[in-house]
């Protein structure tokens, strides 16, 4: 049995290799390294090496080198020798890391460091004597001799802001987290620095006490529980997946007390979710893992026939979202029937495991879904309880489809499709005991989870996540997976099962199949789950169903000379030649002028270069008339840059009706242009003449737009007068000029989600021969008899390419891709990462099941982490709200619009209430009119002196609603005068009243009064 000594030495290793970048972030100065080497744990030769690092390198490096040093050292005692070091240092905080059994509440942990991250800029310009706070923090300890005497030599010699940050770094070093801010509060408020305090925290000055430090056992914390995830993982895994998964009996051999408080994660496995190596319940309880009941599907792989008898014994605990229904009968075989490679794609999800179904378009994954979802849905019969399904996909006319499919299959349960036209999308809540199956866009289920209509989401029993590999970012799919991760946390009971359906995984920005791996660990963590469904036994059958289509490159011909290039070249020469004389003139514009302008001016670069120009021009220009030339100097840029893409790709008419529409829009504010507004708009008036009469000419057509016609001619009569046609374009305008030029009256673009729906419809059915369309066609829409897939000039990533070529499911299909020599290389990118993502997928199946799970635990602790932080983020936003009013500016002109205080936020809408506000506008017909969240989108308004897009007016009873576009305006400080832009309303520093629909009589009046 291992000593007492050798228990706390290992155990204290595993706590450093945990904590080890708050430990590195906490030794910044070469001190504990003397420490370390007086006390013979490192050689002189090392103390020198490491010495240099930190006066020639960067702390991070030396300290990282440092840790490395002692981990590798073999001698004995070891830790024990470092706890002293840390002892004569005052390093209070990194040793409590390593041996207290009471710990900070994580929101604790973090709060201080957050609001030092969000208040830093203002506490180093407003703290002007640091030295007094410094020598405060000295004498609590706060801060050691060393950190005194260097913020004294960087007050005298240097600089004050840089004398107060060196003390803000430091005092985080030494102190727990939560004493070192309150001595910090308590140093601010004693030396008349009272202001910074309430800014801090408003409720210091009044209450000192509540920010004083707790402290919680680290098992019996209520608070603790929340993020256990977090908080319990005490070392880190292998690099090797592969590798054996370090034992608890290995590390320690008694069973103290210490040691139970310790909980070092192991993690059994014997069906890829997370357990414990332990037959304790209340130990399992206590870490918010509960065990799982089946088996993986690898053990499938072997034992097709095992029996309920044989797996009898792992059946006896319940799964991560079940209470305890081991017992209960298998469900009731519906009349759906599967191949059986979709059946062995069910397998885990029938179990009622949490997992990612992963295989190609046209394998029927709709089917599985239809399957699990009748199992599941039969299982509650069986049980007595209620179960309750969501479906989700992303787009109104993919949840239409599926829902129309749940009627047609599954009539024996009440299904409810709700999309964001109806009012219905408020008040899910009131559909839910009525119905079994509910299908809507993510987005829906958000927004009810934030009004509050929804309170938990053990509402319902299983949630479907059609395309899951969209669960990424601040995505709908990811913000649901974190509030299922948050009330995991909290243990709330009865929480659904969760599936991702998907035809590619993706890779992400990974570069090797090892990064790509660890890609799809992140998604695993994302939606609660260590297990990948994939097709492995019955890959024989798979193939026999799964048309690969093959796949030809037609390269576009360039042409020379291109008239309509050189026409619009030249334009852009003398617009950019009139913005550098005014561009030049401004201190803040010339990086952007010289140093970041992109050389080809048909690139994307060069288009995002025009608007960087448009938003710094309207935020730094105090000349407002100037501000505004520039701004219309980089619009008309942009415009040229979108019409160059337009040529490339299709006629010189449809060149020249892309400039007009732009024409038209800016005629609209003529009588309002300044002078050089003027000079722009004669300029584009001239292209458009020169392009008509150059249209005019013989041989001026582009060549590439009759290859993709005569490509799709040539392979319908091939194939055959019932083929199907899709084509992919990158751009809406494309998209419509293209389905013109082909002769097929098809328009997905405006059209509202009912019309998008016929159209597709009409597709499948044969009305339509060729459909063109966007992105909006590569996820989810079924057409079995499409055979003709064109890629015009467009591809995306890997997820892409997988998604589109899966559209043309039809046997002796063919996927054509008409591109540019970049665009060809971009698809051979794509091909190879889409290679590499199932090279990775493989990997994936092959790992140690138990590293798939330290792994999977990790990810989640940091994505809570960062829930964590974004939501101390919003919390010091609104401590920070100004009681100032802001005025709301058009970006372009600089009219004011209103007030912030005249806008009322209406579920993610913000309305405007000023009446007067309807004389500062103009407005026209939506393209693609229609009802969301209870009112009815149908108009654009514009600013009626420039005009800029300032949104929409939408309708309710009757009466109008002013919604605001806030990236179209600027916000200045009435009293300070101060000019801020903002991409989101949450970041403005204002806080905005909130009103429901009901509220709209009482704001807005009658229809008679607001006429």
């Known amino acids: 049995m291992a000593s007492f000594e050798e228990n706390m030495e290992s155990r204290v290793e595993l706590r450093v290799r945990h904590w080890r970048p708050a430990i590195v972030q906490c030794i910044q100065t070469h001190q504990l390294c003397t420490r370390l080497a007086s006390k013979g744990i490192i050689t002189d030769a090392e103390k020198t090496r490491i010495c240099d690092l930190y006066r020639n390198k960067s702390f991070f490096d030396a300290s990282n080198e440092l840790l490395d040093i002692v981990i590798r050292k073999k001698q004995a005692h070891k830790w024990a020798l470092f706890l002293e070091a840390l002892d004569d240092e005052g390093m209070e905080y990194v040793k409590s890391r390593l041996i207290a059994s009471d710990i900070e509440l994580p929101e604790e942990r973090e709060h201080g460091k ?207 979202y079940e209470s305890s229904d081991a017992e209960e009968e298998k469900p009731k075989p519906h009349s759906l029937e599967l191949r059986d490679y979709q059946i062995e794609l069910a397998e885990d999800a029938i179990k009622g495991r949490n997992t990612i179904i992963c295989a190609e378009t046209g394998t029927g994954k709709t089917w599985v879904a239809l399957h699990i979802v009748a199992s599941h849905l039969a299982a509650a019969s069986n049980s007595g309880k209620p179960r309750k399904v969501v479906f989700m996909a992303r787009t109104g006319v993919l949840i239409k489809q599926q829902a129309n499919r749940f009627k047609r299959f599954l009539p024996q349960y009440q299904t409810k499709l709700i999309t964001g036209e109806e009012e219905d999308s408020r008040m899910i809540d009131a559909f839910v005991p009525n119905y079994d199956i509910m299908c809507f866009t993510p987005q829906i289920l958000v927004n009810n989870l934030d009004s509050k209509n929804i309170e938990t989401l053990s509402k319902f029993s299983l949630l479907v996540f059609d395309e899951c590999h969209h669960t990424r970012g601040d995505e709908p799919y990811a913000r649901l997976a974190r509030r299922y991760l948050v009330e995991k946390g909290r243990q709330t009971a009865g929480l659904p099962q969760m599936i991702g359906l998907t035809a590619s995984v993706g890779v992400g920005p990974s570069r090797t199949v090892e990064e790509a791996v660890d890609h799809i660990l992140h998604i695993c963590a994302r939606l609660d789950t260590t297990l990948l469904s994939t097709v492995e036994r019955c890959k024989e059958s798979l193939l026999k ?208 989600e009912s019309v998008q729906t016929e159209t597709v419809e009409k597709f499948r059915e044969g009305h339509y021969k060729v459909m063109v369309c966007t992105s909006v066609g590569t996820e989810g829409i079924d057409v079995p008899d499409c055979n003709i897939v064109v ?126 506000f309807a004389n500062r506008i103009t407005t026209k017909p939506h393209k693609s009119p229609k009802k969301y969240d209870g009112i009815e989108k149908k108009s654009k308004m514009f600013c009626k002196k420039c005009p800029l897009d300032w949104g929409i007016v939408a309708e309710r009873d009757g009466v109008d609603l002013w919604i605001l576009k806030i990236q179209c305006f600027k916000f200045r400080n009435m009293r300070s005068a101060d000019v801020s832009a903002y991409k989101k309303w949450i970041e403005v520093p204002y806080a905005v009243p909130e009103m429901n629909l009901e509220d709209i009589p009482k704001f807005f009046g009658t229809v008679d009064e607001v006429a």
């Open 114 to 320: 957050t609001m030092l991250q969000f208040f830093g800029p203002d506490l180093e310009k407003q703290i002007d004597e640091p030295l007094k706070i410094a020598r405060l923090l000295k004498n609590k300890k706060v801060i050691t001799d060393v950190d005194l005497q260097e913020i004294t030599n960087s007050t005298l010699q240097r600089s004050t802001d840089l004398a107060v940050h060196i003390l803000l770094t430091r005092m985080q070093c030494h102190k727990r987290p939560a004493e070192w801010y309150y001595e910090f509060l308590c140093s601010l408020r004693d030396e008349g620095y009272q202001h910074l305090a309430k800014q801090l925290e408003p409720d210091f000055l009044n209450n000192p006490s509540a920010c004083m430090p707790k402290f919680g056992p680290i098992q019996h914390s209520k608070k603790e529980k929340e993020h256990v995830l977090e908080d319990n993982m005490e070392f880190e895994p292998s690099n090797d997946l592969n590798a054996p998964a370090p034992s608890t009996s290995e590390t320690f051999e008694s069973k103290s007390e210490t040691e139970v408080q310790e909980k070092i994660l192991q993690k059994e496995t014997d069906s890829g979710n997370l357990i414990y190596s332990t037959t304790d319940t209340e130990n399992l309880k206590d870490l918010n893992i509960k065990p799982e009941r089946m088996k993986s599907v690898e053990e499938f792989k072997d034992k097709t026939n095992e029996s309920d008898e044989e797996s009898e014994e792992e059946n006896t605990l319940a799964s991560d």
């Open 545 to 752: 169903w799964v048309n690969i289509p093959k796949e030809e490159v037609v390269k576009m011909v360039t042409r020379v000379p291109d008239p309509g290039r050189d026409i619009m070249l030249n334009a852009m020469d003398d617009t950019e030649s009139l913005l550098e004389d005014m561009a030049f003139l401004q201190p803040d514009l010339t990086d952007l002028m010289i140093e970041k302008k992109p050389a080809e001016k048909e690139s994307q670069a060069y288009n995002k270069w025009t608007g960087d120009i448009e938003k710094a021009a309207q935020l730094n220009v105090t000349d407002h008339e100037t501000a505004r030339d520039i701004s219309s100097c980089a619009r008309y840029l942009n415009v040229y840059n979108s019409a160059l893409e337009v040529n490339n790709l299709l006629q010189l008419k449809h060149v020249i009706k892309y400039l007009a529409d732009k024409h038209n829009l800016e005629m609209q504010g003529k009588s309002k242009h300044t002078d050089q507004e003027k000079i722009l708009f004669k300029k584009l008036l001239d292209v458009q003449k020169k392009l008509s009469a150059r249209a005019r000419e013989k041989d001026t057509e582009n060549p590439n737009v009759k290859i993709v016609s005569d490509q799709l001619r040539q392979m319908i009569q091939e194939k055959g007068d019932d083929s199907r046609a899709i084509v992919f374009v990158k751009a809406r305008a494309t998209c419509r000029a293209l389905a013109e030029y082909i002769d097929r009256d098809l328009r997905e673009i405006g059209m509202t």
């Open 791 to 916: 890629n015009y000039n467009y591809s995306g990533d890997e997820i892409t390419k997988i998604q589109m070529k899966g559209r043309s499911r039809k046997k002796g299909a063919t996927h054509v891709i008409v591109g540019s020599d970049k665009q060809v290389e971009q698809e051979m990118v794509n091909a190879y990462k889409a290679n590499m993502m199932y090279k990775a997928m493989d990997d994936f199946k092959r790992l140690n099941p138990k590293n798939i799970g330290y792994k999977v635990a990790i990810y989640q602790k940091e994505e809570m982490q960062k829930h964590r932080y974004k939501m101390e983020y919003e919390k010091a936003k609104k401590s920070k709200m100004s009681e100032d009013d802001l005025e709301i500016l058009c970006r372009r002109c600089n009219t004011k619009a209103c007030l912030v205080s005249d806008i009322r936020k209406l579920g993610h809408d913000h309305l405007v209430l000023d009446k007067s």
